[in-house]
Structures are given as structure tokens and as C-alpha cells.
């Protein structure tokens, strides 16, 4: 219970990152329509270009990591999706002219990549941080803990 009590914050943001996820991919038809002139390839994938950037995130925020500490790391990808989340929610649709539909199209797919970053750093930087800071008496239930949340 210790564990979930100090811990909760970190597994609750790796949580809502997966609903966000999801929330994207339930409002394709969405972003087809609005942002990807009616192409069902187009906007899969923008969608896939988050998951192509997740490798190259746990990379570089896992360098950032080893440099600066687990709590800069970690700082870091939260404040990333934080960006891409809202930004997301703020870029011009096709709606709004052909040239800020352009430039909407190019700000969602930056967004999506960031957050791609921002996730795959996040998943190693918490996993670590988790097994590195708990006590050694808690350290099976911290390993558990990371499984719980990659697996929402």
C-alpha cells in the first residue's frame, strides 16, 4: 500500500497517456474529416507517427535520465504531453482556411510525434525510477505496478 500511496502520481500519468491515446484513436473519423482532407491513410498514420517516436523518446529522455536524474527525466516527458496534449486541442482544422488547415495538419502530426517522445521516455524513466527509489522490501510489488499500467 506504501508503494501505491508514494507512487500513484507517476502511474496515474502514465495512465491518462494511454486514455489519450485511446481518445485519439475513437476520433479518427474526426480527424479525417477535419484535418486530413477526408484520408483514412493520412490520419492513421499521424496517429502510427506517435508510436514510431516512442523508441527514439526512451533514448533520449533514458540519456537525460542517466545524466540528470530519474525526476528530470521524468519532469520532462510529463511536461511534453502536457504540450502535445493541449496543443493538440488547439490547432487550426481545415475549417479555419486552407493555409492554417496546412499549418494545423503540420502543428497535430509535430504534436503527436512529441508526445510519441515524451511517452516512450516517460515508460523507462518511471519503470526505473519506481525499482531505483522503492524500498527493496516492495520491489517485486513495484515491478508489478509498472506491468498494471503499461498494460491500460
Known amino acids: ?26 476520433l479518427a473519423p474526426y480527424f479525417q474529416s477535419n484535418f ?52 493538440q486541442g488547439l490547432v487550426p482544422t481545415s475549417h479555419s482556411g486552407p493555409i492554417a488547415g496546412t499549418i494545423g495538419v503540420v502543428l497535430l502530426v509535430a504534436l503527436r510525434i512529441l508526445q510519441g517522445i ?9 519503470s526505473t525510477y519506481i525499482t531505483e527509489v522503492g524500498p527493496k522490501r516492495s520491489l517485486a510489488r513495484s515491478m508489478v505496478l509498472i506491468g498494471i499500467t503499461c498494460n491500460v
Open 118 to 126: 515524451c511517452t516512450g521516455g516517460e515508460i523507462a524513466a518511471v
Open 36 to 87: 486530413f482532407a477526408g484520408s483514412a491513410i493520412s490520419t492513421w498514420l499521424g496517429f502510427a507517427s506517435t508510436f514510431l517516436a516512442r523508441p527514439f523518446g526512451g533514448i533520449v529522455l533514458g540519456v537525460l535520465g542517466d545524466l540528470f536524474g530519474r525526476k528530470v527525466s521524468t519532469f520532462l516527458s510529463i511536461f511534453g504531453m502536457l504540450i502535445g496534449t493541449v496543443g
Open 1 to 26: 500500500w506504501q508503494v501505491m500511496k508514494i507512487y500513484w502520481s507517476l502511474l496515474l500519468g502514465n495512465v491518462l497517456e494511454w486514455y489519450e491515446f485511446a481518445v485519439d484513436g475513437f
